[in-house]
């Protein structure tokens, strides 16, 4: 199923790098902050359409359409291009995230770096690889020494769950923190040991799904922001090493 989901994303990446830097409509969901554009909707209906060629009987979870053919103990969960506002505005920071879950658990997650050309990978308990290359976490033990990722959510403005407070915090206490604009990416560049840590809030479930399993097939961490266990429907996100998560936890609780 691997080579399916990476067949895929890589088709899907290559109509997201020719509609790159053109012309094409944007529409906004929720406020101004939230963009789509036709490219989304492009790459979007084009896995649909594969996974009810290839997998008909399977059900779907993406962020433009919704929930498609529900029932199935197979879901696909499909973020078209996870980082639009970086496309919209010619930063080309974006990725294809698709992740396959089996009776609610993630099985199998590729994230594609369209313009970097790069493909992330995993299947449960198999490993984590960029390309064919096995990929794993960084191994450093200091929050001080540490470089962070992180994002903040399309009602930034409103500050929900204190997203300002924690990012100053965060800058204070670590060498540095970086917001690429894509989530699955952020995943991924933990999982490659680029980043010690990633936290956001208000993510969606295919921001979530195929990263995740990236993460921590490389050997990383995930939980809430208390280190509880997460599923791809939580709200609050942290990521790491493992090595810094308890760090970070105490950099949370107190902001």
Not at 37 to 49: F, P
């Amino acid at each position: 199923m691997i080579d399916k989901i990476i067949q895929i994303a890589k088709e899907a990446g290559s109509v997201i790098r020719e509609g790159f830097g053109k012309n094409f409509s944007v529409e906004f969901k929720t406020n101004e902050l939230n963009l789509v554009t036709e490219i989304d909707k492009e790459s979007e209906k084009l896995i649909i359409n594969f996974i009810r060629k290839n997998f008909p009987k399977h059900s779907i979870l993406a962020e433009e359409s919704g929930k498609l053919n529900e029932g199935s103990e197979y879901v696909w969960v499909i973020d078209p291009l996870d980082g639009t506002t970086n496309f919209a505005h010619g930063l080309p920071i974006f990725s294809v995230s698709i992740g396959v879950q089996k009776n609610n658990r993630t099985i199998a997650g590729t994230v594609y770096d369209v313009m970097r050309d790069i493909i992330y990978a995993a299947e449960i308990n198999s490993g984590a690889f960029e390309g064919s290359e096995k990929i794993f976490i960084s191994k450093e033990e200091n929050l001080g020494r540490s470089l962070l990722v992180t994002g903040f959510p399309y009602n930034i403005r409103e500050n929900p769950e204190s997203a300002l407070e924690k990012f100053t915090a965060f800058t204070l206490r670590a060498r540095g923190i970086r917001r690429l604009g894509s989530a699955a990416i952020d995943f991924c560049y933990t999982a490659k040991g680029v980043f010690e840590g990633f936290w956001e809030v208000h993510l969606h479930p295919w921001d979530i799904c195929a990263g995740k399993l990236i993460l921590e097939e490389a050997g990383g961490k995930v939980t809430g922001f208390d280190g509880n266990p997460v599923d791809i429907f939580s709200k609050k996100i942290l990521a790491s090493n493992g090595l810094i998560h308890q760090q970070m936890i105490d950099v949370l609780k107190v902001n």
